[in-house]
C-alpha cells in the first residue's frame, strides 16, 4: 500500500494503492468524487489542493501541469489532479464534493 489520503472538508479517509492515481483509488473503493472526463485529464475537475504532506505525491506530469494551468485552479500552486496524483506516503487535502461510499 502506497498510502492514505485524507479528503476535507467531508473529512473522508482511504487507501491509495503502489502506483494507484488518487481518482482510480477513489471510484475502486466506491467514494464519489468529482470529474467530467473520468479520470483522463482531459476536464481538470478532479483537482484538489494539497494541505499536508505534499511531498508524497508524485511530480506533477507535463500533462497534469498543462490541464491545472488551464482550469478553475490556475494561480493555485498546491492544485493537482487526482487522476494524476499517485503516493507515497499519507496526504491530506482539499476537494469540495467528494463522498464517502454508502
Avoid: H
Wanted: net charge neutral; proline share 4%.
Amino acid at each position: 500500500m502506497a498510502g492514505r489520503i485524507r479528503v476535507l472538508p467531508a473529512d473522508v479517509t482511504f487507501a491509495v494503492g503502489d502506483g494507484e492515481p488518487v481518482y482510480r483509488a477513489a471510484r475502486r473503493q466506491g467514494i464519489r468524487w468529482p470529474s467530467i472526463c473520468n479520470g483522463d485529464a482531459e476536464c481538470g475537475i478532479c483537482y484538489m489542493v494539497v494541505e499536508e504532506g505534499g511531498e508524497n505525491l508524485s511530480e506533477k506530469s507535463s500533462v497534469e501541469a498543462d490541464r491545472l494551468s488551464l482550469g478553475m485552479k490556475a494561480g493555485e500552486p498546491r492544485a493537482r489532479l487526482a487522476c494524476r496524483a499517485t503516493l507515497d506516503g499519507d496526504v491530506t487535502v482539499l476537494r469540495k464534493g467528494v463522498r464517502a461510499a454508502g
